[in-house]
C-alpha cells in the first residue's frame, strides 16, 4: 500500500523547521503510485488534535495552509495520507516544525553597545542574565542582530547557524533564529549573551569596500521564552538592565578579516543604548542557514623563502582556518587567504584588486591574526568573518595537524549525482559544483573573494544548474525577497542585491546609470520561474509576480521611449518595430566574451580599452532578446496564476517584440545583425528564430566555431546555452568537440591551469602563471547542466512542473563509454545509468512515484513508463 513521504513545509531553520502564519506543505507520494486525487491531513497544534479530511485535489507540492494562520510559537506537527479512487494509502510519518516569535509579539528592546569610535570595530559582549525555577520543561531562544551575532547560554554557543541574522536588504527585511535551549538552563541564575559585530549590516561591502551600507550602529534583540512543569511561563529579553564590553575580537569585518587577542584584559562593563536603532519587522528567512559543511586538512605546508608557510588544501572555497597550535603566551599568527600562488610560490592576491581608471587600486585582503593566552587548548576560529580561499599563508612555523579548513556555506540539500567514463568530466562537474557552493553564503554571489554581491546576471544564468544540483527553493525565494525589496520605483531591478548602494533612496546617479540591463534585471521573472518549474512553487510566482509586472513594464516603456543613437541616425522618426527594440538604455550586453590579444598577445579589455565607446554600443540585441523572453515567460506566469486576461496581453506582446527582434537583428539567410556565436545561441535558445531558419542559424554558429579554430566564443549571458543549442540542433558532434577543447578559451583548459573552481575570465591564469579578476566565478559553470540534461540524458519533459514528466534520452560522443547520475525531484529519486557495450546502448531508469518517464534511445525507439524501475537494451545502429 505505502504511505507519502519526506514531509516537508516552506521554511528553513536550524535545529527545527521555523515557519511564520501560514507555511506550505509538501509530500512525496507512495513509490508506486503515479498521481493522487484527494488526501487527508492530521495535525497537532500543540497537542491539539485537528483534521482536514476528504480533500479532492491532485495537489501535493506547495499546499496551502489548510488552517487558520498560526500564532507565535505553536509546535505543530502533522501528517497525510492520500487518495487514489478507492484507494487509500497509508499514514506518513509525522513531520514536526515551530511557528517562530511572530513580529508583533516580540517585547525585548533592541540594545547596542557602547562604542569608543576605535577602527578597526572590535566585536562587543552584550550580556544579561535569567533567573529561573529547577522545573525546566521547555526553552526557547530568539534572536536576532543589525550586525553579526553569535549567542551563548551559560557559555555554550547556541545552535550551528554561522554569520547569523544572514544578509538581506536590511532597510526591508531582517529574519530571525530560534533555537531550543531547554538542556543549556538550569534553576537559578543563567548567564545569557550576545556576541555582535559589523557583519553585513555595518561592515565592508562589494568590490570599493564601502561600510555603514544599511546603518551606522550595530544592535541586538533576544528573547527568550521558558515554560516550567506546571505550565506557567518566564520571559527573560533585552532591555536597559544589558551590559556591553569589548571582546577578545578586537577586530572583525566580514570580508577583512578577524584579529582576536587572547592576552587582551576583559572590557569594562557598561550599560548599553537602548532602542538607539531602526528596524524593519521582524521575519524568518526560508531557507536552509550558513553552517560548517565540511571540513579540509592541508594538502601541503611548504615553507617559502620569505619566511612564510603556504598552505594549500587542494580547494577553492569559502570558510575559515581553524588553528589550534598558536605558541607560547603572546604569540601573533598572521594568516592571509586567496586562490593563487605566483610564480615563486608565494600567495598573491594583487589580480583581486579593485580599480577604477585614473585611481589607486584597493588592494585586496582577507586576513586573520591571533594573539596566544597560551592558555591549554586554546582554538582560534574566526566565525566573525568568512573568506574565499584555496592557499593560505601563515606567518610562522605551525604543526600541520593542527590546521583545518572550515568550508562554510549555506547548508543546501544535494540533489544530484553524476559520473561518467571521461575523469575530465568529472573533473569539471566537482570544479563547477564547487564553484556554486563557494558562492552560496546566504545570498547567490559572484565570487567569495573581491564583491560578493548578489548579482542579478550571475544567478539568472545559473539558476536552472543550482536548481538540478541542490534544492536551492528557499536559498532563491529568501534572495528574491531582497530583490523585490530594492526594486525601483520606476521598475527597474538594481544590480545586485542586497543593494548596499541602496540606490531606492540614495541619489547615486553613477549607478543609477547603469541600473536596469537586459539579462541582469530579468533575474527578476527567470528565476521564479525555475523554481516553479523544477519545485512546483507556484507560491514563488505569487509573490513576484507585482515585481515581475513592473519590470517588464518599465523595459517595454523604455523601448518605445528610447532609442539607441544608430537608430536615430538612421531614421528620425522610429520605425513601426522600434516601439518594441529595447536598445536605447544601458545594457551589460553579452559581457566577458573571450578577450581579444594585442600583438605583445596581452588581453584587451574591451571596458578599459575604451569605455566611452563599450557604454555606448548597441545592445539591442541582447536586450529585446531578453524582453521577449521575460514578456514570453510572464504569460506562463500569467496563466499558471488563473490570470487569463494577463496571460493574453503579455503573450502578444511577446509576440510583436520577436517580430521587431527578427526584422532588427536577423536576415532571411538566419544570420544575425551581430553575428556573433553568443546572438546565435540567444537566438536560438530563446525561440526567436522562425522554424524555417532555424538549421541555417545552427549552421551560421557551427561556422563561427570553426572559424575560431573550435573555440567556444561566448561571454556571461549565452555560455550556458551552447551545447545544449549545438546539441537540439542536429550538432552534438560541435558540442562535444567544444566541451573537450583544451586551449583558451575553454573548461578543460581552466581545469589543466589548475582550476578547482571556474573562472571569471576564460583566460583567468595565463600561460606563465599570472591570475586575472576571480578564480571563483560559478556563472560559466553552468556548462555542467549539459553533462545532466544531454551526456546523463536526464531532462523534465516540455510543459511539465515539479518533475511529474521527464524524458531520458541521452546524446553519445564515441568518447563516453557510460553515465550514471540521480536527481532527488519532488516526486522522488530518479536513478538514471546507461552504457555502451558491444555496439549496444543499455538504459536503466528508476521512476520514483507521481512521475512519468519518456525513455528515447538513439535508433528512434521511445519507451513510456510510470513508476518502478525501466531496464532495456537496444543496438546503436539498425
Same mark, same amino acid.
Given at each position: ?27 512525496? @507520494? ?95 559582549? $552584550?550580556?544579561? &542574565? ?70 553585513? !549590516? ?40 544589558? %551590559? ?58 611548504? *615553507? ?67 594573539? &596566544? ?22 606567518? *610562522? ?55 560578493? @554581491? ?15 544540483? !541542490? ?158 523572453? &521575460? ?23 511577446? *509576440? ?25 545561441? /540567444?537566438?536560438?535558445?530563446?525561440? $526567436? ?9 545552427? /549552421? ?55 582550476? %578547482? ?27 555542467? /547542466? ?93
Amino acid at each position: 500500500m505505502g504511505a507519502p513521504y519526506d514531509l516537508r513545509i516552506d521554511a528553513g531553520g536550524d535545529q527545527f523547521p521555523v515557519s511564520e502564519e501560514r507555511p506550505s506543505l509538501s509530500w512525496k @507520494l507512495p513509490p508506486t503510485w503515479s498521481g493522487q486525487d484527494g488526501y487527508d491531513l492530521r495535525f497537532r497544534v500543540d497537542g491539539e488534535e485537528r483534521a482536514v479530511a476528504d480533500v479532492a485535489s491532485g495537489r501535493h507540492l506547495f499546499v496551502e495552509w489548510p488552517l487558520p494562520p498560526l500564532r507565535s510559537r505553536h509546535s505543530v506537527a502533522w501528517r497525510v495520507r492520500a487518495r487514489r479512487g478507492e484507494e487509500v494509502s497509508g499514514w506518513s510519518s509525522w513531520h514536526a516544525f515551530e511557528s517562530g516569535l511572530l513580529d508583533r509579539d516580540w517585547s525585548a528592546r533592541w540594545i547596542s553597545p557602547r562604542e569608543d569610535g576605535e577602527d578597526p570595530r572590535p566585536a562587543h559582549v $552584550l550580556a544579561g &542574565s535569567a533567573n529561573l525555577r529547577d522545573d525546566i520543561a521547555r526553552a526557547r531562544l530568539y534572536a536576532t542582530a543589525l550586525g553579526g551575532y553569535e549567542a551563548f547560554v551559560n557559555g555554550t554557543r547556541v545552535g550551528t547557524a554561522e554569520l547569523a541574522p544572514g544578509c538581506t536588504s536590511y532597510g526591508d527585511t531582517l529574519h530571525a533564529q530560534a533555537a531550543d535551549v531547554t538542556e543549556l538552563l538550569r534553576g537559578g541564575v543563567n548567564d545569557l549573551e550576545i556576541l555582535l559585530s559589523d557583519g553585513w !549590516y555595518r561592515g565592508s561591502n562589494g568590490t570599493w569596500r564601502k561600510r555603514d551600507c544599511w546603518g551606522t550602529a550595530t544592535a541586538a534583540r533576544l528573547q527568550l521564552h521558558v515554560r516550567y512543569a506546571d505550565g506557567t511561563e518566564a520571559v527573560v529579553v533585552t532591555d536597559a538592565g544589558w %551590559t556591553s564590553r569589548r571582546s577578545h575580537i578586537v577586530a572583525a569585518d566580514l570580508m577583512n578579516g578577524q584579529t582576536t587577542d587572547f592576552t587582551a584584559p576583559p572590557g569594562t562593563p557598561r550599560p548599553v543604548l537602548v532602542d538607539a536603532v531602526t528596524a524593519p519587522p521582524i521575519s524568518y528567512s526560508p531557507a536552509p542557514p550558513v553552517r560548517r559543511v565540511e571540513q579540509l586538512a592541508p594538502r601541503s605546508v611548504t *615553507r617559502h623563502d620569505n619566511g612564510a608557510y603556504i598552505v594549500d588544501f587542494g580547494q577553492n572555497a569559502s570558510g575559515w582556518i581553524a588553528l589550534a597550535d598558536l605558541g607560547p603566551a603572546g604569540t601573533r599568527t598572521v594568516i592571509d587567504h586567496g586562490e593563487h600562488l605566483d610564480p615563486t610560490g608565494d600567495l598573491t592576491t594583487s589580480h583581486l584588486d579593485s580599480r577604477r581608471p585614473g585611481e589607486s587600486p584597493i588592494p585586496f585582503t582577507q586576513r586573520d591574526e591571533v594573539v &596566544s593566552s597560551g592558555r591549554p587548548g586554546e582554538v582560534f576560529e574566526p566565525r566573525h568573518t568568512v573568506h574565499g580561499f584555496r592557499y593560505a599563508r601563515i606567518s *610562522r612555523a605551525v604543526d600541520p595537524a593542527s590546521i583545518t579548513m572550515r568550508v562554510v556555506h549555506t547548508d543546501l540539500r544535494p540533489t544530484a549525482t553524476f559520473a561518467c567514463s571521461d575523469d575530465d568530466l568529472n573533473r569539471l562537474h566537482e570544479a563547477a559544483r564547487w564553484s556554486f557552493r563557494g558562492n552560496a553564503v546566504d545570498l547567490p554571489t559572484d565570487c567569495p573573494t573581491r564583491e560578493r @554581491l548578489g548579482w542579478t546576471g550571475d544567478y539568472q544564468i545559473f539558476a536552472p544548474t543550482a536548481a538540478r544540483l !541542490y534544492d536551492v527553493d528557499g536559498f532563491s525565494r529568501k534572495w528574491l525577497r531582497s530583490v523585490r525589496d530594492d526594486q525601483l520605483a520606476d521598475g527597474r531591478v538594481v544590480n545586485s542585491s542586497p543593494d548596499a548602494n541602496r540606490l531606492k533612496i540614495h541619489d547615486d546617479p553613477m549607478a543609477d546609470a547603469i541600473t536596469g540591463s537586459a539579462g541582469w534585471g530579468d533575474a527578476v521573472v527567470l528565476v521564479p520561474w525555475v523554481l516553479y518549474e523544477t519545485y512546483g512553487d507556484t507560491a514563488a510566482l505569487a509573490e513576484n509576480w507585482p515585481a515581475m509586472r513592473r519590470w517588464v513594464e518599465w523595459a517595454l516603456t523604455t523601448a518605445r521611449q528610447a532609442r539607441h543613437p544608430s537608430r536615430v541616425e538612421r531614421s528620425a522618426e522610429p520605425l513601426p518595430h522600434e516601439e518594441f527594440v529595447w536598445d536605447g538604455s544601458f545594457h551589460w550586453g553579452e559581457w566577458l566574451e573571450p578577450r581579444r590579444r594585442a600583438s605583445d598577445g596581452t588581453l584587451i579589455d574591451p571596458v578599459l580599452a575604451d569605455p566611452i565607446a563599450w557604454y555606448a554600443a548597441d545592445k539591442g540585441e541582447v536586450g529585446t532578446a531578453y524582453l521577449y523572453r &521575460s514578456a514570453d515567460t510572464l504569460a506562463a506566469v500569467a496563466e499558471v496564476l488563473g490570470r487569463a486576461g494577463d496571460a493574453a496581453r503579455y503573450r502578444e506582446t511577446a *509576440r510583436k517584440v520577436r517580430e521587431a527582434w527578427q526584422t532588427e537583428f536577423l536576415d532571411a539567410a538566419g544570420r544575425t545583425k551581430a553575428g556573433t556565436q553568443a546572438s546565435y545561441v /540567444r537566438a536560438l535558445a530563446f525561440g $526567436l528564430v522562425p522554424e524555417e531558419l532555424r538549421e541555417k542559424a545552427a /549552421r551560421h554558429l557551427v561556422g563561427l566555431i570553426g572559424t575560431a579554430g573550435g573555440h567556444l566564443g561566448t561571454g556571461f549571458l549565452s555560455t550556458a546555452d551552447l551545447l545544449p543549442v549545438l546539441a537540439d540542433t542536429g550538432h552534438p558532434d560541435v558540442a562535444y568537440a567544444v566541451l573537450y577543447r583544451r586551449s583558451s578559451p575553454s573548461w578543460l583548459g581552466m581545469l589543466d591551469r589548475g582550476a %578547482t573552481t571556474i573562472w571569471e575570465d576564460w583566460d583567468g591564469v595565463s600561460e606563465d602563471g599570472t591570475a586575472t579578476a576571480s578564480l571563483n566565478h560559478y556563472s560559466k559553470g553552468a556548462v555542467i /547542466r549539459f553533462l545532466h540534461t544531454h551526456t546523463l540524458g536526464l531532462r523534465q519533459a516540455p510543459g511539465s512542473a515539479g518533475w511529474e514528466s521527464f524524458v531520458v534520452a541521452p546524446v553519445l560522443n564515441e568518447a563516453i563509454t557510460w553515465a550514471t547520475g540521480t536527481y532527488d525531484s519532488p516526486q522522488g529519486l530518479i536513478t538514471v545509468g546507461w552504457r555502451v557495450e558491444d555496439d549496444h546502448l543499455a538504459i536503466s531508469v528508476d521512476v520514483p512515484g507521481g512521475a512519468q518517464a519518456q525513455v528515447s534511445f538513439p535508433d528512434g525507439h521511445t519507451f513510456h513508463t510510470g513508476p518502478g524501475r525501466f531496464s532495456r537494451r537496444r543496438p546503436l545502429s539498425h
